[in-house]
């Protein structure tokens, strides 16, 4: 009976093994990993174009390189009001404006300068009243090619 016990282990064995075939979960194959390259080199993104606003400071007179000598923001109503203009940035041409108010909006000058600036760059305007300025509060109102760029307030007192 020796045979007898081998074939019956061997068709004990092989229905062993269909049952759990047959019951058993699909294994999905593992995906290939990627294959190893060198990323590409990252390039910078581009710098914005055009000419951006870097500040406005204001003062009572301005030096050689047209910045002002010392920023302030209260005057005396003799005082000359210059506004630095400090932009960075190029444009084959750009148009530069100041407008300055006077309290509830009354404009008390408006002026404009045409530039071509090649990277950082100082644009200045100035206001004078040789009888004084009345006393108050002022703004004086920045745009590049007629988009608001910025504003800086100021006193007279």
Do not use: H
Not at 39 to 50: H, R, Y
Not at 78 to 106: C, E, F, L, M, R
Not at 111 to 116: E, G, L, M, Q
Request: hydrophobic letters at 40%.
């Amino acid at each position: 009976m020796i045979v007898n016990r081998t074939t019956a282990s061997l068709a004990l064995a092989l229905g062993g093994a269909l049952a759990l075939t047959a019951c058993g979960k699909k294994e999905q194959a593992a995906p290939a990993p990627a294959p190893a390259t060198t990323p590409a080199p990252t390039t910078p993104p581009p710098a914005p174009a055009g000419l951006l606003l870097v500040s406005i400071d204001l003062g009572s007179a301005v030096g050689a390189d047209m910045k002002v000598t010392e920023a302030k923001t209260t005057f005396a109503p003799t005082d000359t009001i210059y506004a630095a203009v400090s932009t960075s940035g190029s444009a084959p041409s750009a148009t530069i404006a100041a407008k300055w108010t006077y309290q509830d909006g009354q404009v008390v000058n408006e002026d404009s300068k045409a530039i071509a600036p090649t990277g950082a760059a100082v644009t200045t305007f100035q206001i004078s009243k040789p009888d004084g300025w009345p006393a108050g509060s002022y703004q004086v109102a920045v745009s590049i090619d007629g988009k608001q760029a910025g504003s800086q307030s100021f006193q007279v007192q």
